[in-house]
């Protein structure tokens, strides 16, 4: 960051925030050929919200939040799932 962490001078790094979607839709050809297992979601959604936090070149904090739809318009689907994660992570 341009202005790495130093609160008595008010400088807090570098904030970072992100958003992210991705689907996935799997084929006939993936059931038929036993590659995944019977009764398996067809097609899901995920979008993914988070911030990043840049505090000096070498500290990183990630929050994110992810949100996944399975089989949004078939009978007896897989409840959609919801995960919030931290990260912390230190470059030498």
């Known amino acids: 960051?341009?202005?790495?962490?130093?609160?008595?001078?008010?400088?807090?790094?570098?904030?970072?925030?992100?958003?992210?979607y991705a689907a996935l839709?799997?084929?006939?050809?993936?059931?038929?050929?036993?590659?995944?297992?019977?009764g398996a979601s067809r097609d899901a959604q995920q979008f993914t919200v988070g911030a990043n936090w840049y505090?000096?070149?070498?500290?990183?904090?990630y929050l994110n939040y992810e949100q996944t739809v399975f089989d949004r318009h078939a009978s007896g689907a897989r409840p959609t799932e919801h995960i919030l994660f931290m990260r912390a992570q230190l470059s030498f």
Do not use: C, E, I, M
Not at 1 to 20: E, I, M, S, Y
């Open 25 to 38: 839709t799997l084929d006939d050809a993936t059931f038929d050929g036993n590659f995944a297992a019977v």
């Open 1 to 20: 960051p341009n202005r790495p962490f130093d609160p008595p001078t008010h400088k807090w790094g570098a904030l970072q925030v992100v958003a992210r």
């Open 55 to 61: 505090p000096s070149q070498y500290v990183k904090y």
